[in-house]
């Protein structure tokens, strides 16, 4: 049993060497590959999804190395956040040392599943040296005037006891029970069916007015929304996942006068060509007037109060404040509501109601008895079921004066000129709020003074650092006097120290920087060296960070060039998104109790496992048989490699014979295969080839005594191409191999000739056997004699050429046979003609006859070895007597077995 590879074994001395050699290190004056995997929170244990992350980096981090490139591979924490906190409490213990510890556990398993690290580059977010910089940059945020201080509404989470930004909050359907199904069931009730829920702990969230410090990403909203665009090597589902939560809107605004009073309201529109049919203006209860009225009238204070602290209610609640507002195109006076439906932070927060043509409107209209005033007709000749359903699609105007007879999009385009109309552009995206009331996160750096306002703390002054951890109700740097009572930085006077912190993704959002230049300790990053090195090559990570993190990268990379930080606006180039590894059709994960530990199945069958399932993009099922295939394979490789250098099982022989110009020309094949495919992440289909060099190499062993020079070549080729996925493997077969040096640090394997028809030269030999195999099968011969592959005559291939070129619509017989050469060949190419012209859009690239004739005799061996025959290749003529030669087409030889 000793003969077999274990990793266990082997595994120390080799990460010694590594380390002793210093191969994962980057080179601070080079230009390197910057491969980076989205760094973990410190939970304390590695789970699958990190595994399968952070093997995609190693695999394609350790072939670009191979490739000859310096790389940039560094590994960090995320490890500030709530539950780190709640541990402690939970333990009786302080944040601190929960993380620390979960961090030395992650970083010893890391190591053991082989992840080449630059470990003079690690970074911890929850070190001062870390998060002073996120003061540092709060406080040039808040300088270019990126920083808010606002009352706002805000998401509360009463279980984690802080506040949620927009992109916290989930929407979870709940089960609305099915007593309520009424007869307005053909109202929309898609909201009344779900509630908003906080993203950690799914406790239903409820709304604060807190003051709160807010990022103004807003400013950004255009420009994130724009560089999607050019975001090539992203996924559209991503991108797409983006662009909808920005919610960039065209539209415009139409101001109202409102009666009475010097005051006006803008309403936000993306149907402008319907304005002619408002007949009543709606605001949110959070619109500055609303809010106005309700300090005058105390129905409107009641009504208000109800909305915005009720259950979600009644989608056509509403309520007439009594004021009425001049329509700035016809004149009307219409009457101004308070309405449910009327969101605060859409748009201008009120609405033109037009109930002819919007469904919400009109359902509102209906309860309340407005009038319905159609102002869009069909085009298409299909009747509007106005009043009793709105018309919402665009048609003809009517009913709107001068703009009579238009279209609408013409009409939109039109009545922007008009008074009271200002073309508008809103955004679904709010300001970041990293405000959290918790104590595990970088402190916002402001003092509170009575005198001067907020102040920044100055920055000789950073980091303000965290007091000890106590155990409190609430957020415990509030309980903590020592850190709250300070001095103002301006006036001196006693004052208070903000105690909200910041949110983590803040931290996130700059890390990638940081790994550049870790200990630089006059700025966050060396702006040079980001400028040379940005912006990432490679970022791995799951696509739940879609929104959140994706997003704020962005924003922060722009945030950061305007400040004058950095040139590089967009923080990305290729970003791979892997799918979710399942047990039995459920994502894995220790709250299912279905987690597979990364170390149960051994680090490197893992590694081999995860990356052969399926390509990253793809979700996979974890399957105990499948992953010992992975096991096998490894023994296999092992095994080959060990019969030849360390044992007098396999010899060497020292003559060249035909069959090895096939190993060769294989090998050639296979390299350029496995190169395209590791360039494409497409790690399931390199491993797919490593079982296919592994059958090819035995089999060639077990045909005749390997010719050293080819099948010594197959042995290190195979070790180099395995390496990346199983690195401490790749070591000992490459130390078994007699090769110098590392195999961490040795050139990727090359054809020895190009080999640009791969492809097709591979397709050609497997249908062929194929083939073969067909016709033993069919005709019933067991044991051949013979076996006749006839190439065919050269003017076929000429024919063949001139089909596949000719135009899809044109007459491919008559193109093919108006070459000279092909109708010199008479009936049979007439015969020919008609038959590529039959299947002209299925016609393959094919290889020219003297290639086709070398292929097969390079493969002889193979059809012998399998059907123990004689193999006879030769090429069809144009004797008549050749029976063969009719048959013989190009990309498929006629075949003959006796
Ligand atoms: C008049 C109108 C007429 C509208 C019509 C639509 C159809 P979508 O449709 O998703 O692009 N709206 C504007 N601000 C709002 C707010 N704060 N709360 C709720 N609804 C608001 O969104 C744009 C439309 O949503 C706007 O265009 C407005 O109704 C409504 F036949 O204005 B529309
Ligand atoms: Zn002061």
Not at 113 to 127: I, K, L
Not at 370 to 382: A, C, I, R, T, W
Not at 403 to 422: K, M, N, P
Not at 672 to 693: K, L, M, N, P, Q
Request: charged fraction near 30%.
């Amino acid at each position: 049993m000793s003969q077999g590879y274990s990793h266990g074994r082997v595994q120390e001395y080799w990460q010694s060497v590594w380390e002793r050699e210093g191969v994962y290190r980057a080179d601070d004056a080079s230009d390197p590959t910057y491969v980076l995997g989205m760094f973990p929170y410190t939970s304390g244990e590695l789970h699958m999804g990190h595994v399968r992350n952070y093997t995609i980096t190693d695999a394609y981090a350790r072939y670009r190395r191979m490739q000859g490139d310096d790389v940039l591979h560094p590994m960090g924490w995320d490890a500030f956040g709530l539950p780190a906190e709640n541990a402690a409490y939970d333990r009786d213990t302080d944040p601190r040392s929960w993380t620390e510890t979960c961090i030395t556990q992650m970083r010893e398993e890391m190591e053991t599943m082989g992840f080449g690290y630059d470990w003079s580059r690690e970074v911890t977010t929850c070190d001062p040296d870390y998060y002073r910089w996120n003061q540092w940059l709060f406080t040039r945020f808040y300088e270019a005037g990126l920083v808010d201080y606002e009352a706002a509404t805000v998401n509360w989470c009463p279980d984690c006891e802080t506040v949620l930004a927009d992109a916290q909050v989930a929407t979870k359907a709940v089960d609305s029970g099915g007593a309520d199904d009424d007869a307005d069931a053909d109202v929309d009730t898609e909201d009344a069916e779900s509630v908003e829920v906080c993203w950690r702990c799914e406790t239903p969230v409820s709304q604060r007015d807190l003051d709160q410090w807010f990022f103004r990403i807003t400013d950004y909203a255009d420009e994130l929304h724009e560089g999607l665009d050019d975001l090539g090597g992203w996924s559209e589902g991503v991108r797409e996942i983006q662009r909808n939560w920005i919610g960039r809107r065209e539209g415009a605004t139409v101001t109202f006068d409102v009666d009475g009073r010097d005051a006006t309201v803008d309403v936000f529109t993306t149907r402008l060509d319907t304005v002619y049919g408002g007949t009543f203006v709606a605001l949110a209860p959070g619109h500055d007037l609303a809010r106005e009225l309700a300090t005058e009238d105390e129905t409107v204070a009641q009504y208000v109060d109800m909305v915005r602290n009720g259950p979600d209610g009644e989608r056509t609640s509403g309520l007439d404040t009594g004021v009425r507002a001049t329509h700035p195109l016809t004149g009307e006076s219409l009457p101004v509501y308070v309405a449910a439906y009327v969101l605060d932070d859409v748009g201008t927060g009120a609405v033109m109601g037009v109930p002819a043509h919007n469904e919400r409107d009109h359902a509102f209209a209906r309860t309340h008895d407005l009038p319905v005033e159609q102002v869009v007709e069909p085009v298409d000749g299909s009747g509007a079921n106005l009043p009793d359903e709105p018309f919402t699609a665009d048609g003809m105007l009517t009913g709107s004066g001068e703009y009579d007879g238009l279209a609408s999009a013409a009409a939109r385009e039109r009545l922007l000129d008009a008074d009271g109309v200002e073309a508008h552009v809103t955004y679904r995206l709010r300001d970041w709020l990293i405000s959290r009331q918790r104590y595990w996160g970088t402190p916002i750096p402001v003092v509170h003074c009575d005198d001067c306002g907020h102040v920044l703390v100055p920055d000789e002054d950073l980091p303000v650092e965290l007091p000890a951890f106590v155990q409190t109700t609430g957020n415990p740097l509030d309980a903590s006097d020592e850190f709250v009572r300070t001095a103002c930085p301006d006036c001196g006077q006693p004052a208070r120290r903000e105690t909200d912190t910041m949110d983590t993704f803040v931290d996130s959002s700059w890390y990638f920087l940081r790994f550049l230049s870790p200990q630089l300790e006059t700025a966050p990053f060396d702006t040079d060296r980001a400028n040379d090195l940005l912006p990432i090559d490679v970022y791995v990570g799951g696509d739940e960070h879609a929104v959140l993190h994706l997003l704020y990268i962005r924003f922060f990379t722009r945030a950061l060039c305007d400040l004058g930080l950095l040139d590089v606006r967009e923080p990305i180039d290729r970003l791979v998104n892997q799918g979710t590894v399942l047990y039995d059709g459920e994502k894995m994960s220790k709250s299912k109790g279905n987690a597979i530990a990364p170390h149960e199945y051994g680090a490197e069958t893992t590694r081999l496992f995860v990356l052969s399932a399926a390509h990253p993009r793809q979700d996979f099922e974890w399957t105990a048989k499948k992953v010992s295939t992975s096991y096998d394979l490894q023994q296999q490789v092992y095994g080959l490699v060990r019969s030849y250098t360390e044992s007098d099982e396999v010899a060497a022989r020292d003559e060249h014979a035909p069959h090895d110009t096939y190993l060769e020309r294989e090998l050639d094949r296979t390299i350029a295969a496995i190169t395209a495919d590791y360039d494409r992440f497409r790690f399931h289909r390199v491993v797919s080839e490593i079982h296919g060099v592994v059958r090819l190499l035995r089999r060639y062993q077990a045909y005749d005594t390997p010719y050293k020079y080819p099948y010594e070549r197959g042995l290190r080729a195979l070790t180099r191409v395995i390496a990346p996925i199983t690195p401490f493997l790749g070591e000992e077969l490459w130390s078994m191999l007699g090769e110098d040096g590392l195999v961490a640090e040795a050139r990727w394997p090359e054809p020895l000739q190009d080999v640009p028809d791969y492809r097709i030269e591979r397709e050609l030999v497997r249908k062929t056997l194929e083939d073969v195999r067909g016709i033993t099968d069919v005709v019933g011969i067991d044991a051949p004699e013979r076996i006749e592959l006839v190439v065919a005559q050269p003017w076929k291939y000429r024919a063949y050429e001139i089909a596949r070129d000719a135009d899809p619509d044109a007459a491919v017989v008559g193109t093919v046979m108006a070459d000279s050469e092909v109708k010199a060949r008479g009936e049979a190419a007439a015969e020919f003609a008609a038959d590529v012209a039959e299947q002209k859009p299925g016609l393959e690239p094919a290889l020219d006859p003297e290639t086709e004739q070398a292929l097969f005799e390079q493969a002889t061996w193979l059809f012998e070895e399998e059907f123990g025959a004689d193999v006879v290749v030769r090429r069809a003529t144009d004797d008549p007597d050749d029976d063969l030669a009719r048959k013989a087409r190009p990309d498929k030889p006629a075949i003959h077995i006796d």
